[in-house]
């Protein structure tokens, strides 16, 4: 029984670790995987600009989650339909999205291919898989989720606020709209439509697009869930306002609150009721004052601009009869611990309501108190309301390599959103190893918002990974450390590239190279020789051609056959110091070298008496015949070969050949060739003799030493 229970526990053990091993690597599974073809940006869930890079990851994760996978490892999350702007103008997406032109016809895009910019605002895809994106198109990314191909005028509530061109238009519930175009961000609160042209608008708040005069219902493509949410009223929350009394009459101080109820003309004061919402109270306003003299001062919040640490809002005060009194009072509410973060006063001439010095990311919302006096001996009163709920933007850093060499780089840095008040901005520069140092650069903080600052920064190490992160200093003392940057790497002190060798004509060999410094300057490039055994000698060998970036060589040996390797040698100088410094560049291959031809000397041996020599010698040797045979395995029809003698006395590293005949070789069979001439007894015993072979272009293909 016990040895039963002890095999059950191990069955389960076991099932248990098989299931969190399947887990696991089910979680891991990566679909509809793509490498992405440069480098850009996009919104993630939460409608913050992430960048990516070239051949970063992209994939579908089991649980359906867009997921882009860094070369840093960093796990970046998509919306489920997202879209991703390219640096050169490219865009993609992630999912089958609905392409609408302006009569209202559609077709699906195909996703996961890049639809190629080719100007005009029109997008075709790069496979020709499908439809293009045309000018005034209307792409459907999801729900409350558009593109547009076109440039518009960015109108909200009736005032122009901008211009754009080919945004992404995000749609909140609460009625807010992002648009995302060139990397910025801007996000307003208020009614949105992009006015194209006389004959073009697209209502994006309504999700609806006007074409003269037609409507096209964007909402029936797939289907919308635009439902806005009305902000409910909330009670003030404000110690004051709960004291104040909702049932007493007005005695004519100043300074009390509205309450109680009136009729035109009557010296009663008019009641108001405790709302806090902004347009349930105007409304209210607006019932009283039509049935009043001398009406009551409305308030119009007519669009919100949120900015990271600021909001704009258009406030519009309604007084016909003048009887506001002083100045507007704005309390700047912080909603989540429901606090007042501070108190400015707004002139009721002003059209536009600044709020700086917020953080954010956050929720506010501004409590506006005000006060009248309707000349009915009310006395001074109060109102008190509350406007929309506001939120600011998060912001992101953009970094982008502009150039990297191996002691400096130099980066644009930009924001996708403008940060108001802005004291200082530096540029943290951390050193990826084990360990590396951090300093701090400082940015010109003016451009950052727009084309973005251009920064140099020097005295980097070679080869060294590099990461970059935005800090802001607000004038409030608030100090903002925005995200970081991928990680750069400066590039070696020297670069080589392209390096190889490759066999020309004859025994020639050619080696190619791509050599590169930023440190030093090149001053000459050679290839040396050597034999491919342990502790080799050097072969010498015959430069036939040098040009920038290609050194073509013939060796000298007067072996029959030999291996050989190749090592490329560049010499430069410290363009700081100028010392003098060998750079050294084996190449992987070796080469073979076979002797195509041969070179033999042949004795001519005459009788005495035709020479008139002594009567006691038989023979006397005269002359030599130099023979050169060589078996044609070129495509090459013309040879021409030059003789050439070194003097036997000669050092071996100091001896010099000359050339003392020259000639063509003649076609004796098929394939060989061969030439010959007669040299004294003297010459062969002072002279090594060989054979340089060039072809009809005068390249020299190999040489031939004599046996």
């Given at each position: 029984?016990?040895?039963?229970?002890?095999f059950?526990?191990l069955?389960?053990a076991?099932?248990?670790?098989?299931?969190?091993?399947?887990?696991?690597?089910?979680q891991?599974?990566?679909l509809?995987?793509?490498y992405?073809?440069?480098?850009?940006?996009?919104?993630?869930?939460?409608?913050?600009?992430?960048?990516?890079?070239?051949?970063?990851?992209?994939?579908?994760?089991?649980?359906?989650?867009?997921?882009i996978?860094?070369?840093?490892?960093?796990?970046?999350?998509?919306?489920?339909?997202?879209?991703?702007?390219?640096?050169?103008?490219?865009?993609?997406?992630t999912?089958?999205?609905?392409?609408?032109?302006?009569?209202?016809?559609?077709?699906m895009?195909?996703?996961?291919v890049v639809?190629?910019?080719?100007?005009?605002?029109?997008?075709?895809?790069?496979?020709?898989?499908?439809?293009s994106?045309d000018?005034?198109?209307?792409?459907?990314?999801?729900?409350r989720?558009?593109?547009?191909a076109a440039?518009?005028?960015?109108?909200?509530?009736?005032?122009?606020?901008?211009?754009?061109?080919?945004p992404?238009?995000?749609?909140?519930?609460?009625?807010?709209?992002?648009?995302?175009?060139?990397?910025?961000?801007?996000r307003?609160i208020?009614?949105l439509v992009?006015?194209?042209?006389?004959?073009?608008?697209f209502?994006?708040?309504?999700?609806?697009?006007?074409?003269?005069g037609?409507?096209?219902?964007?909402?029936?493509?797939?289907?919308?869930?635009?439902?806005?949410?009305?902000?409910?009223?909330?009670?003030?929350?404000?110690s004051?306002?709960?004291?104040?009394?909702?049932?007493?009459?007005?005695?004519g101080?100043?300074?009390?609150?509205?309450?109680?109820t009136?009729?035109s003309?009557?010296s009663?004061?008019?009641?108001?009721?405790?709302?806090?919402?902004?347009s349930?109270?105007?409304?209210k306003?607006?019932?009283?004052?039509?049935?009043?003299?001398?009406?009551?001062?409305?308030?119009?919040f007519d669009?919100?601009?949120?900015?990271?640490?600021?909001v704009?809002?258009?406030?519009?005060?309604?007084d016909i009869?003048?009887?506001?009194?002083?100045?507007?009072?704005?309390?700047?509410?912080?909603?989540?611990?429901?606090?007042v973060?501070?108190t400015l006063?707004?002139?009721?001439?002003?059209?536009?309501l600044n709020?700086?010095?917020?953080?954010?990311?956050?929720?506010?919302?501004?409590?506006?108190?005000?006060?009248?006096?309707?000349?009915?001996?009310?006395g001074?009163?109060?109102?008190?309301?509350?406007?929309?709920?506001?939120?600011?933007?998060?912001?992101?850093?953009?970094?982008?390599?502009?150039?990297?060499?191996?002691?400096d780089?130099?980066?644009?840095?930009a924001?996708?959103?403008?940060?108001?008040?802005?004291s200082?901005?530096?540029?943290?520069?951390?050193?990826?190893?084990?360990?590396g140092?951090s300093?701090?650069?400082?940015?010109?903080?003016?451009r950052?918002?727009?084309?973005?600052?251009?920064?140099?920064?020097?005295?980097?190490?070679?080869?060294?990974?590099?990461?970059?992160?935005?800090?802001?200093?607000?004038t409030?003392?608030e100090?903002?450390?925005?995200?970081?940057?991928?990680?750069?790497?400066?590039?070696?002190?020297?670069?080589?590239?392209?390096?190889q060798?490759?066999?020309?004509?004859?025994?020639?060999?050619?080696?190619?190279?791509?050599?590169?410094?930023d440190?030093?300057?090149?001053?000459?490039?050679n290839?040396?020789l050597?034999?491919?055994?342990?502790f080799?000698?050097?072969?010498?060998?015959?430069?036939?051609?040098?040009?920038?970036?290609?050194i073509?060589?013939?060796?000298?040996?007067?072996?029959?056959?030999?291996?050989y390797?190749?090592e490329l040698?560049?010499?430069?100088?410290?363009?700081?110091?100028?010392?003098?410094?060998?750079?050294?560049?084996?190449?992987?291959s070796?080469?073979?070298?076979?002797?195509?031809?041969?070179?033999?000397?042949?004795?001519?041996?005459v009788?005495?008496?035709?020479?008139?020599?002594?009567?006691?010698?038989?023979?006397?040797?005269?002359?030599?015949?130099?023979?050169f045979?060589?078996?044609?395995?070129?495509?090459?029809?013309?040879?021409?070969?030059?003789?050439e003698?070194?003097?036997?006395?000669?050092?071996?590293?100091?001896?010099e050949?000359q050339?003392?005949?020259?000639?063509?070789?003649?076609?004796?069979?098929?394939?060989?060739?061969?030439?010959?001439t007669?040299?004294?007894?003297?010459?062969?015993?002072?002279?090594?003799?060989?054979?340089?072979v060039?072809d009809?272009?005068?390249?020299?293909?190999?040489?031939?030493?004599?046996?």
């Amino acid at each position: 029984m016990k040895t039963k229970k002890i095999f059950l526990v191990l069955i389960s053990a076991v099932v248990i670790v098989a299931a969190l091993i399947g887990w696991g690597s089910f979680q891991s599974i990566r679909l509809d995987a793509y490498y992405l073809e440069g480098e850009g940006v996009a919104l993630n869930s939460d409608y913050e600009t992430i960048q990516f890079q070239n051949q970063d990851l992209l994939y579908r994760s089991w649980n359906n989650e867009q997921l882009i996978e860094t070369s840093s490892e960093e796990q970046l999350t998509l919306p489920e339909s997202a879209m991703l702007f390219y640096e050169n103008g490219d865009v993609f997406f992630t999912q089958e999205v609905t392409n609408i032109d302006t009569a209202g016809i559609s077709n699906m895009l195909t996703p996961r291919v890049v639809y190629q910019n080719s100007g005009n605002h029109r997008y075709a895809p790069s496979d020709n898989s499908g439809a293009s994106i045309d000018e005034n198109n209307i792409v459907k990314i999801a729900n409350r989720q558009y593109f547009l191909a076109a440039d518009a005028k960015i109108i909200v509530d009736g005032t122009e606020m901008g211009t754009v061109s080919n945004p992404e238009l995000l749609i909140d519930k609460s009625g807010s709209v992002t648009v995302f175009a060139d990397k910025k961000k801007q996000r307003f609160i208020g009614h949105l439509v992009l006015w194209i042209n006389d004959h073009l608008a697209f209502d994006v708040s309504n999700e609806v697009y006007l074409v003269d005069g037609a409507v096209i219902d964007l909402s029936k493509f797939g289907g919308t869930d635009n439902l806005k949410l009305v902000v409910e009223s909330k009670a003030n929350a404000s110690s004051e306002n709960n004291s104040s009394s909702n049932n007493s009459q007005g005695s004519g101080s100043a300074n009390q609150t509205v309450s109680g109820t009136t009729t035109s003309g009557s010296s009663a004061s008019v009641q108001i009721p405790e709302i806090d919402d902004w347009s349930v109270i105007m409304k209210k306003l607006e019932e009283l004052n039509a049935n009043m003299a001398r009406k009551i001062p409305t308030v119009q919040f007519d669009y919100v601009d949120a900015g990271v640490t600021s909001v704009a809002t258009k406030l519009t005060i309604y007084d016909i009869d003048h009887t506001l009194v002083g100045p507007i009072s704005v309390e700047v509410l912080d909603l989540a611990n429901n606090s007042v973060v501070q108190t400015l006063y707004h002139n009721s001439n002003e059209s536009i309501l600044n709020v700086t010095n917020l953080a954010s990311n956050h929720d506010y919302q501004l409590r506006l108190s005000y006060q009248f006096d309707l000349g009915d001996n009310s006395g001074i009163q109060t109102i008190r309301v509350l406007s929309p709920e506001l939120s600011t933007q998060s912001v992101r850093a953009l970094y982008n390599v502009d150039l990297a060499r191996s002691s400096d780089m130099t980066l644009t840095v930009a924001t996708d959103v403008k940060i108001e008040g802005i004291s200082k901005a530096t540029l943290v520069v951390s050193e990826k190893s084990l360990f590396g140092q951090s300093f701090e650069v400082a940015v010109n903080a003016s451009r950052l918002a727009d084309i973005g600052e251009q920064i140099t920064i020097r005295g980097l190490k070679p080869q060294t990974a590099y990461q970059f992160q935005l800090k802001i200093e607000l004038t409030n003392g608030e100090e903002m450390l925005l995200n970081q940057s991928a990680q750069y790497y400066t590039m070696p002190t020297t670069r080589m590239s392209g390096l190889q060798s490759v066999r020309a004509a004859g025994q020639a060999i050619r080696v190619e190279y791509d050599w590169q410094s930023d440190d030093y300057e090149m001053l000459d490039a050679n290839v040396v020789l050597t034999e491919n055994r342990w502790f080799g000698g050097a072969i010498d060998a015959v430069i036939t051609d040098k040009r920038d970036g290609s050194i073509t060589l013939v060796p000298e040996t007067s072996a029959e056959e030999q291996d050989y390797k190749a090592e490329l040698q560049i010499v430069a100088a410290d363009r700081a110091s100028g010392a003098i410094e060998t750079f050294t560049y084996p190449l992987d291959s070796t080469f073979t070298f076979k002797q195509p031809a041969s070179l033999v000397l042949i004795e001519e041996k005459v009788d005495s008496d035709v020479v008139g020599s002594s009567s006691n010698s038989i023979t006397a040797i005269n002359n030599f015949l130099l023979e050169f045979r060589f078996e044609n395995q070129e495509d090459i029809s013309n040879f021409k070969v030059i003789l050439e003698r070194s003097n036997k006395n000669d050092v071996a590293d100091d001896r010099e050949w000359q050339s003392f005949f020259e000639g063509e070789l003649e076609q004796r069979d098929a394939d060989i060739w061969q030439f010959e001439t007669r040299i004294t007894a003297l010459s062969v015993e002072q002279f090594d003799f060989r054979v340089a072979v060039y072809d009809e272009a005068n390249q020299l293909l190999f040489y031939t030493y004599l046996d």
